[in-house]
């Protein structure tokens, strides 16, 4: 299956934009909470499937003797399994970037975690760990999830709405504190 | 000095008031345990996330003291070692770094408990020993240049993306 995804791997630059109208097949207009929801959905399963130990393809080289000894490494209680998880701070801050349409984007607005991902992902100057992606059975688990409500034109509950707004707070909090 | 986080009250404020929206005021919890988490955890890898940088290297004199401590079999903490700044020698200050959720003010104080020192860390010939609780010591060695209650921005916005996330899960329960 065509990936239902365009991904952009560069190190200034970690996204995945997924197109919602291809996944479910439909013109269907889909609702902020709905993108909100799927993209959040999205960045769980890949972060879970990565801090499980599991590539996204391929297999990931273990962590060597050196790294294993680091101060780093026993100072946040790592052990031998690999899941690119030493403060979490990569994982932690894979966050949808865009959403409008029939489009979500999920990556990184921090530089240095981009560089990081990038990093993992390709090899760059680390052992070449691929994370950063949807495999086709993860897709058809989210379209699973998701295909009842794809096509559901009703307007949003006042509860989504306060809920909408609360992600709008966040985003206010992260520009009063600096850290957008 | 502060043995207190304070750079994160309106953080917890504003989380605070946006989890009672979404009805998770649990979630609360998390973020104060993975705030003290960071903060010890950070400090033992020998790095201030007050300063963003490396802490404040140690004295010859006192790596000497630490040799000697380390060589008479005396107690030390997770990951002590004579020569490494990571605020580390016996471990009770660090294991007293606590959190506490305080749900009626929108708080989570993340603080150095006031607690006893069990064991006596060395003291100078002549002197007595000074029985500081926790507390103090953490407010010396910040006084002293060495500062690490309080939480950088990546910190700030790991929190932030919990409760992201926490809220899109709650949009996501609302779909018939």
Redesign the interface.
């Known amino acids: 299956m065509a990936k239902p995804y365009k991904d952009v791997i560069k190190e200034s630059e970690m996204a995945l934009e997924i197109d919602l109208a291809k996944i479910f097949g439909t013109k269907a207009r889909f609702t902020e909470?709905?993108r909100?929801?799927f993209?959040?959905?999205a960045?769980?399963t890949i972060v879970e499937r990565t801090q499980e130990g599991r590539p996204l393809f391929g297999n990931w080289r273990k962590y060597s003797e050196s790294y294993k000894e680091s101060?780093?490494f026993?100072?946040?209680?790592k052990d031998d399994q690999v899941n690119l998880t030493l403060?979490?701070?990569m994982l932690?801050?894979l966050?949808?970037l865009e959403s409008s349409g029939s489009k979500v984007v999920i990556g990184w607005d921090?530089p240095?975690q981009t560089a990081k991902a990038f990093n993992h992902h390709t090899g760059d100057t680390v052992p070449k760990r691929p994370f950063f992606g949807l495999q086709n059975q993860e897709i058809n688990e989210l379209k699973s999830q998701f295909k009842?409500?794809a096509q559901?034109l009703?307007p949003r509950?006042r509860?989504?709405g306060?809920?909408?707004?609360?992600?709008e707070?966040?985003d206010q909090?992260?520009q009063?504190?600096?850290?957008f | 000095m502060s043995a207190k986080v304070k750079n994160l009250d309106r953080v917890f404020r504003k989380l605070s008031s946006v989890l009672e929206v979404a009805n998770r005021k649990d979630v609360l919890t998390n973020l104060g345990q993975f705030a003290r988490d960071r903060i010890v955890n950070t400090t033992k890898s020998g790095k201030s996330l007050v300063t963003g940088s490396k802490i404040l290297g140690l004295k010859n004199l006192t790596i000497k003291i630490r040799k000697w401590w380390k060589e008479k079999g005396k107690p030390v903490g997770r990951l002590f070692s004579p020569k490494r700044s990571n605020l580390t020698m016996t471990g009770q200050m660090l294991d007293a770094v606590q959190f506490k959720v305080i749900e009626s003010e929108k708080k989570v104080n993340i603080f150095v408990a006031p607690t006893s020192r069990p064991i006596e860390g060395p003291t100078l010939r002549g002197q007595r020993p000074e029985r500081l609780t926790n507390e103090q010591v953490a407010r010396r060695v910040a006084r002293d240049g060495r500062p690490f209650m309080g939480m950088d921005d990546l910190g700030k916005r790991r929190m932030i993306e919990q409760v992201r996330r926490v809220v899109r899960e709650e949009i996501k329960k609302q779909f018939k």
């Open positions: 909470e709905f909100q929801a993209a959040n959905s960045i769980q101060l780093p026993q100072a946040f209680g403060t979490g701070d932690g801050t966050s949808v921090d240095t009842d409500e559901s009703e509950t509860r989504v306060d809920l909408l707004r609360a992600l707070t966040i909090l992260e009063e504190e600096g850290i």
